[in-house]
């Protein structure tokens, strides 16, 4: 753990002065001024948490209670900074509100900042140790998004999710300790799948915004053509290629659940439940036979119940065999 009084974290390099001046900053989400405290910093992060729909638990009851704060910070920073790359209403202003975002965090790095995400991110990063990388990552993946609208090939693909994907897991892993390389890459799968899970439950979306994330070379393979996903036509080839698409996605989860058997009883129960809700996801697409260009396939609320249930379930059978 970094001492309280440490002014630096990772040898991150200190912003430009005026950056650094003053208690009070602009804030390019529109976050109130305040003043803020940790405490009510921390409590707009969870507000933000639990008022977004996610296919996957944000900090749930699994987590030890004083963790789940920390969680909830780190996911409020990156959920605003999908915004600005995706909502309509920073539409003028997305490659500023990014830049100001990251001055924000070499900030926060360096001393407290009034705002209620970096004020809690703040806290996050040194209570835990957590490098600057990660953040960062996520915020290439963010601006990648704003330019990059198809991927040739898949490894392009795993290209981007190496900076949208990876690093959200990296930083769960770090606010638990857990700094194994091995962990890591179990890891990686888990978030890439997710993300790639999203991104097939998602065509409904992003077809009509312009966003392909089927790479251009399966397209070619089974014979899709951008004008079938345009028009919404659930061809013989678009479902084998969504077949292969899904199963590609789940033999990544499964490359991945040795992370859920290898990490503390809490984190494992997180892990699993997130683990279920994309192999759900997956399965849904499945079951409505890959017919997915004309709306968005979710988990309703009782999904997300039988989730918790299976997983407090395979837990317990787990610890029943000593394998906890």
């Not at 909502?87 to 926060?108: I, M, S, Y």
């Not at 089927?214 to 061809?235: I, K, M, Q, S, Y």
């Not at 309703?300 to 918790?308: H, P, R, T, V, W």
Request: proline residues 7%.
């Amino acid at each position: 753990m970094v001492s309280a009084t440490e002014p630096r974290l990772f040898c991150v390099p200190p912003p430009p002065e005026g950056d650094l001046e003053g208690q009070r900053v602009s804030s390019p989400d529109g976050a109130p001024p305040g003043p803020w405290t940790l405490e009510t910093a921390y409590r707009y992060c969870e507000r933000m948490a639990t008022t977004h729909y996610e296919n996957f638990p944000v900090a749930s009851r699994f987590l030890p209670a004083h963790l789940r704060p920390n969680i909830m910070a780190i996911y409020a920073f990156a959920r605003t900074a999908d915004d600005f790359a995706d909502e309509p209403r920073f539409e003028a202003r997305r490659v500023d509100a990014l830049d100001r975002w990251e001055q924000l965090l070499v900030a926060a790095y360096h001393k407290e900042i009034q705002h209620p995400v970096f004020l809690a991110l703040r806290d996050t990063v040194r209570r835990h140790n957590i490098p600057i990388g990660p953040f960062k990552a996520l915020l290439t993946a963010f601006r990648m998004d704003l330019t990059q609208k198809r991927y040739g090939t898949f490894a392009e693909l795993r290209h981007y999710c190496k900076h949208s994907a990876h690093p959200v897991g990296q930083l769960v892993l770090f606010v638990h300790g857990h700094h194994e390389p091995e962990l890591h890459r179990f890891s990686d799968e888990i978030c890439a799948a997710l993300q790639i899970a999203n991104f097939l439950q998602d065509l409904s979306v992003d077809t009509p915004r312009g966003r392909c994330y089927l790479p251009e070379e399966d397209l070619v393979h089974f014979n899709v053509t951008r004008e079938d996903l345009l028009a919404g036509r659930h061809t013989r080839a678009f479902k084998e290629l969504m077949a292969f698409s899904v199963s590609r996605c789940r033999s990544m989860f499964l490359r991945g659940y040795p992370l859920i058997r290898r990490v503390e009883p809490g984190l494992s129960m997180e892990l699993e439940a997130t683990w279920r809700g994309g192999m759900a996801i997956l399965q849904r697409i499945e079951d409505l036979d890959y017919e997915v260009l004309g709306f968005r396939p979710t988990l309703e609320k009782q999904d997300m119940l039988g989730i918790a249930a299976r997983s407090i379930f395979s837990f317990g059978r787990r610890f029943l065999r000593g394998e906890v």
